[in-house]
């Protein structure tokens, strides 16, 4: 590939990450992935907690 054509794909990806630097959707998804993260933890620490054997349905 010729090196101009290197430099103006690194520009545009460059001039693409800086667009989005403090995008709250992203932001938002992240959290969100945690908080349902969070969820399943809290459901299978209940369930080892029950003291027989359980199941979960998704």
């Known amino acids: 590939m010729p090196a101009r054509f290197l430099q103006q794909q ?3 990806n460059n001039q693409y990450l800086l667009n989005n630097i403090g995008n709250t959707e992203d932001n ?3 959290w ?3 908080r349902i993260l969070a969820e399943f933890v809290e459901g299978f620490d209940t369930l080892s907690s029950l003291g027989c054997p359980s199941v979960s349905i998704f």
């Open 10 to 12: 690194v520009k545009r």
């Open 32 to 34: 969100r992935m945690f």
């Open 28 to 30: 938002d998804d992240t």
